[in-house]
C-alpha cells in the first residue's frame, strides 16, 4: 500500500513538472509575441510621430509668409492680389497684378487721285485707232491692299445727239467699230513691303485690252495685296482707252463716263 502511494505521488509530480515546464514554454512563447506586438505599436507610433511632425512643418512653411497688402486696379476688384512678406529682417515682400492692358489704334487711310478730268481722244479717223490715258494714284494702310475698278456708264462711246448710237464692237445701231480699255501698271512700286505685288488680271482684268459693249462690269485696272503709300506723283497705274471708227460711222460728238472705284481691304 505504501509503494502504491508512493508510485502515485512519483507519477503525481512527474505529472506537475511537467505542466509546469509547458506553461513556462507557453509563457515564452506569449512573451515573445507580447514583445513583436509591442515593438510594431511602437514602431507605428514613431511613423505617426514623423508624419505629424512633417505635417506640422508643412504647415509652418504655408504660413511663414504674411500677408502685409493688396495689389489692385481702382474700381475693378477683379485684379486683386496679395502682397505677401516672408517674415524676415532683412527679408523682401512681393505680389503682382497681372492683366494690364495696353492699346492703341491706327485708323485706315485710303486715297485715290486720278490725274485728269477727261481723256480727248480727238478727232476720229476712219480706221485708225485714237488713244488716250490717264494716270491713278493710291495710298492706305490696308493691310491687304486695294483694288481699282472701272465700270463705264454707257457701254459705248455714245452719240451726244442719239444715244441708240455708239461706237463700239455691238451692231444693233447699224455698224461695228471698236472702244477699248487697257491699263499699264507702273514698274517701280511705292510699298515698302517686300511682298507687295500689283496686277490687274483675271477674266475681267485690263492686262489686255477689253471692248467695251455694256455698262455692268467692273474692269480690273489695279489690285494690290499690301500698304502703299503716296509718291507725290501721280503714277501707281495708267488707265488707257482707244476707238476707232469707220466710214459709217455718223457724225457727231461721242461720250463716255467712267466710274473708277477704289476698295481697300483692311
Known sequence: MTSLFFDTSLNYMVWLYQLIECTLFYSDILFFITLIVMTKTQIQK???????????????????????????????????????????????????????LIKARVNPTLNMAISAEEIDLG??????????????????????????????????????????????????????????????????????????????TGANGLDSAKEITENATEYNVYTTNRPESTSGTIDDVTFDVSATSTVETPAGDYEDRVTFTVTGNF
Open 46 to 100: 514613431v511613423f505617426a510621430a514623423v508624419a505629424l511632425m512633417a505635417i506640422a512643418t508643412s504647415n509652418f512653411g504655408a504660413v511663414s509668409a504674411s500677408q502685409i497688402g493688396t495689389g489692385s486696379v481702382d474700381g475693378n476688384p477683379a485684379f486683386d492680389s496679395v502682397i505677401n512678406w516672408d517674415d524676415s529682417f532683412p527679408g523682401t515682400a512681393s505680389g503682382s497684378v497681372s492683366d494690364i
Open 123 to 200: 478727232v476720229l479717223v476712219a480706221g485708225v485707232a485714237s488713244t488716250g490715258n490717264l494716270a491713278i494714284e493710291v495710298g492706305t494702310n490696308a493691310v491687304n491692299g486695294v483694288s481699282i475698278t472701272a465700270r463705264s456708264q454707257s457701254g459705248g462711246l455714245t452719240n451726244v445727239a442719239d444715244n441708240a448710237v455708239q461706237i463700239n464692237s455691238l451692231t444693233a445701231d447699224g455698224v461695228a467699230e471698236n472702244y477699248t480699255w487697257a491699263s499699264t501698271i507702273n514698274g517701280t512700286d511705292d510699298s515698302s513691303y517686300a511682298a507687295y505685288t500689283a496686277v490687274n
